[in-house]
């Protein structure tokens, strides 16, 4: 009775527009109403996705970048749908991966993006810590493959970390916000870290101790 009452909720508006709509998974909102408040993507541009599985990100991408862009995606699980031949999937673990092999030729990524969420344990603060490493590797990753001015966006359990982590990215990005979109569900602490502008030489040397622009307040949805 509790399971099927769990299901029912879980299967809500956004998961029965993205059944209708073809998507891989009702996260590809939350990523559709970041672009459209941050304009991140554009036709003819890479973008790296991080923890990709099962894959309406780099649908989304896809199709926002166009055949002449590019979307190389890694998951620690393969991707089991088609995708456009514009998209590379690659297989491993984004804390042992050599960050060579994400390039896949590009010279850099406009958009370094990543959904990653830890195996889950139900103590808060294990599970903050653990995705707090994945959001800050993916962190790493784009100051070493993002382009110069380009943007990067990641999931983040609230909680341990997360001042650190929006420390760095205002340290290396123009503007440093946190985003809570609406497809996000009620009983989840995530929250959604977004840089744009990624400041020239964030990456290749200590980051550079500059003031904060941007508020930490989460932005509230209207
Ligand atoms: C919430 S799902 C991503 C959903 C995806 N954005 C989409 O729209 O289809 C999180 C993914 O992160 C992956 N992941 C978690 N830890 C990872 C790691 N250390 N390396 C690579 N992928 C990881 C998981 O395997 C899982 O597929």
């Known amino acids: 009775m509790g399971k099927l009452r769990d299901r029912k909720n879980r299967h809500d508006d956004f998961y029965r527009r ?5 998507y891989a998974a009702r996260s590809v909102y939350k990523l559709e109403e970041i672009d459209r408040r941050f304009k991140l993507m554009k036709a003819g541009q890479r973008v790296l996705d991080l923890g990709c599985r099962p ?6 991408a896809a199709a926002r970048v166009g055949p002449r862009g590019m979307v190389v995606g890694l998951d620690r699980e393969p991707v089991d749908i088609a995708l456009p031949p514009h998209v590379t999937t690659l297989v491993g673990d984004v804390l042992e991966i050599d960050v060579a ?11 370094v993006m990543s ?10 603060f294990t599970d903050q810590v653990r ?10 990753i784009a100051l070493a493959v ?9 999931k983040l359990l609230m909680g341990e970390g997360f001042e650190p982590l929006l420390a760095r990215l205002r340290e290396t990005y123009a503007s440093a916000k946190t985003v809570r979109p609406q ?3 009620k009983s989840s ?15 290749k040397a200590e980051p550079e101790a500059e003031p904060a622009p941007a508020s930490s307040e989460p932005e509230q949805n209207a």
Not at 131 to 140: F, I, P
Request: proline share 3%; glycine share 14%.
């Open 146 to 154: 993002g382009c110069p001015n380009g943007a990067f966006v990641a």
């Open 183 to 185: 497809a996000t569900r």
């Open 55 to 60: 894959g309406s990100w780099m649908q989304y």
């Open 189 to 203: 602490t995530e929250v959604y870290l977004v840089g744009t502008g990624k400041k020239a030489g964030a990456g």
């Open 101 to 111: 092999e994400l390039r896949q030729g590009c010279s850099c990524f406009q958009l």
């Open 18 to 22: 993205a059944k209708r709509e073809s």
């Open 115 to 124: 959904d990653m969420a830890p195996d889950t344990t139900g103590v808060a």
């Open 131 to 140: 995705s707090a490493e994945l959001t800050g590797r993916a962190l790493d």
